[in-house]
């Protein structure tokens, strides 16, 4: 045995087999690539929390400005997160902490302060609790934002679980970073368009992403009746809000017990959007096209007696359109989809019917045409 095979199987037994097994899994119990998959895993996250670093100081850079102001902090000498004012007795408190270790330290400034709060403090300061707050000053933090605090509460949310999950060292296998590392772009953009550009432009999370050893599904398969005429009326898919659907690239629809042959590319993937008549006159007031489509598919989808309420959007391009494939017919596909791992979930139902089920595969397969062959007739 080599010394390096030999340091391999050091670090192999020093990983816990729970943690291992995920990658063992996806490598046919290969015990190189599973860790070749794991040291990638790694990088990707080291990658990702970059981005997130950014935006954690540009974020808490520009709350702490509009805070400083609204409170009159230069005035009065006293920094706004002990001000005994109304509507920042949350902040009091978790700043008290955080004076306590630093003053140990003796580290303790109003800087010092203010760059030790926790993400988890910052997003918190966007709750609904807030929004008496928000309307005085913190809108002021977000200029690139529709100004609408529950927007802005979302997507700060959606950031904080990814940065916890990357920060604890969770396994990165079911983590969408395509998704996730937009919603961090997206939240720069609400403090500063400019910033949310730059943040993009100067990522290496895709460029990481895209190295990874070993390829696993992304095809995301929905079977529901009313799944693919939404689609072919608005090239686009809602699905239950909160819902994780990782490393989703393309959408294929299930009908009859037949893959449809046309299987869209994902544009776009929206969660938590209002899904009610007054929210898509606001998306319809934007600039943005997105918006527009967005708003087009609740109006469709609520016509189709979708209730109310919040939803998880995907848009998606229509034939001809460029990642757009077309299987060459309809591909038979009875009860499981190839390439995936053989079982359907199901969530909870919602009011306006049971959720869709789905299922993943590989578009490799799809377009091999290796679906299993439907059941023999009753």
């Known amino acids: 045995m080599s010394s390096v095979e030999a340091d391999t199987d050091a670090v192999l037994n020093l990983i816990p087999a729970p ?59 006293i920094p706004w997160f002990l001000s005994p004012v109304p509507g920042v007795e949350y902040a009091v408190v978790a700043s008290g902490y955080v004076r306590e270790r630093l003053r140990q330290e003796g580290r303790e400034t109003r800087d010092q302060i203010v760059a030790a709060m926790s993400f988890g403090f910052w997003s918190g300061m966007l709750g609904p609790g807030y929004e008496e707050l928000w309307r005085a000053c913190l809108h002021r933090a977000f200029p690139g934002s529709s100004g609408r605090r529950s927007e802005v509460a979302a997507a700060a949310e959606g950031v904080r679980r990814f940065r916890n999950r990357i920060a604890h060292h969770d396994s990165v296998l079911n983590i969408d970073f395509p998704f996730e590392v937009r919603q961090v772009a997206a939240l720069a953009g609400f403090v500063d368009p400019a910033a949310g550009r730059w943040l993009e432009r100067r990522s290496r999370t895709m460029d990481v992403y895209s190295r990874r050893p070993v390829t696993t599904d992304d095809t995301l398969v929905v079977s529901e009746p009313g799944a693919l005429p939404l689609y072919e009326r608005s090239r686009a898919h809602v699905a239950r809000a909160g819902r994780a659907f990782p490393g989703v690239e393309y959408l294929a629809f299930r009908v009859a017990g037949a893959i449809a042959p046309e299987i869209p590319r994902v544009l776009l993937r929206r969660d938590n959007v209002e899904w009610t008549e007054r929210g898509a006159i606001r998306l319809r007031r934007t600039r943005d096209p997105w918006d527009r489509r967005i708003a087009e598919t609740i ?34 596909a009875p009860a499981t989809v190839p390439g995936g791992t053989g079982e359907e979930t199901r969530a909870v139902p919602r009011g306006g019917g049971p959720e869709p089920e789905y299922a993943c595969t590989r578009l490799h397969a799809l377009e091999n045409g290796t679906a299993p062959d439907p059941p023999p007739a009753d």
């Open 299 to 332: 109006e469709a989808s609520l016509g189709d007696g979708r209730n109310e309420g919040r939803r998880q959007v995907f848009l998606l391009t229509a034939p001809g359109e460029p990642g757009h494939r077309s299987l060459p017919g309809a591909l038979p």
């Open 19 to 77: 943690r291992l097994a995920p990658y063992l899994a996806l490598t046919g119990g290969d015990p190189a690539r599973a860790l070749a998959l794991y040291e990638w895993g790694a990088h990707v996250a080291a990658a990702a929390f970059e981005d997130v670093a950014h935006l954690e100081v540009l974020l808490r850079g520009s709350m702490d400005g509009v805070l400083r102001a609204h409170f009159r902090e230069a005035e009065r000498g």
